[in-house]
């Protein structure tokens, strides 16, 4: 029972040491005249007709960090080195498919001596049609290899209202 008790706690720490060597990125406001260079064009979702979970990020090429979607390799495609003014035209008409699509939101993605590493482009939706606009939770994760984990999901509120059919988690609600 003892040994039992060692493993679990050996594996606890290796979690988390591996979580912990993670360092979440922060994003800001940004203004789309600075998009300058090439850049390596990662066009998350829009693979149906109700695909909320679309973002498009401009990965500074060249540089010493890589961006990574954590989500299968069917979820998303890379574009290498395309040219800022037309990767920023690009992400622009990948994020505005959606009809009830409202305006696109533009942020700067920092490493952490608040250098730009990169950029990300969101839709944002009619926030009459749906209750808020910003639908997605995306966040950046260094890690030790200098490459940055991307996570998107939808926000829990969206996500029950899309899957449960209602905002409040008791399903019957509708938009």
Same mark, same amino acid.
Request: charged share 25%; glycine share 10%.
């Given at each position: 029972?003892? !040994?039992?008790?060692?493993?679990?706690?050996?594996?606890?720490?290796?979690? $988390?040491?591996?979580?912990?060597?993670?360092?979440? +990125?922060? *994003?800001? #406001? =940004?203004?789309?005249?600075?998009? *300058?260079? #090439?850049?390596? $064009?990662? $066009?998350?979702?829009?693979?149906?007709?109700?695909?909320?979970?679309?973002? #498009?990020?401009?990965?500074?090429?060249?540089?010493?960090? *890589?961006?990574?979607?954590?989500?299968?390799?069917?979820?998303?495609?890379?574009?290498?080195?395309?040219?800022?003014?037309?990767?920023?035209?690009? =992400?622009?008409?990948?994020?505005?498919?959606?009809?009830?699509?409202? !305006?696109?939101?533009?942020? !700067?993605?920092?490493?952490?001596?608040?250098?730009?590493?990169?950029?990300? +482009?969101?839709? $944002?939706?009619?926030?009459?049609?749906?209750?808020?606009?910003?639908?997605?939770?995306?966040?950046?994760?260094?890690?030790?290899? !200098?490459?940055?984990?991307? *996570?998107?999901?939808?926000?829990?509120?969206?996500?029950?209202? +899309?899957?449960?059919?209602?905002?409040?988690?008791?399903?019957?609600?509708?938009?």
């Amino acid at each position: 029972m003892k !040994r039992k008790s060692v493993w679990i706690f050996i594996v606890g720490v290796f979690f $988390l040491v591996g979580c912990a060597s993670e360092q979440h +990125l922060k *994003t800001e #406001a =940004a203004n789309p005249a600075d998009v *300058t260079g #090439a850049y390596n $064009l990662i $066009l998350y979702g829009a693979r149906q007709s109700d695909d909320f979970e679309t973002v #498009a990020i401009l990965d500074v090429s060249g540089d010493q960090y *890589t961006f990574e979607p954590y989500a299968p390799a069917f979820d998303f495609r890379v574009v290498k080195e395309v040219p800022g003014k037309e990767a920023l035209e690009w =992400a622009n008409k990948f994020v505005s498919w959606h009809p009830d699509f409202w !305006r696109a939101q533009f942020s !700067r993605i920092l490493d952490p001596e608040n250098r730009i590493i990169g950029y990300e +482009l969101r839709p $944002l939706y009619y926030p009459f049609v749906y209750g808020i606009a910003d639908f997605m939770d995306v966040d950046y994760w260094l890690k030790p290899d !200098r490459s940055v984990k991307i *996570t998107i999901k939808l926000k829990p509120q969206i996500d029950r209202m +899309l899957h449960e059919g209602g905002g409040d988690g008791k399903g019957g609600g509708g938009k």
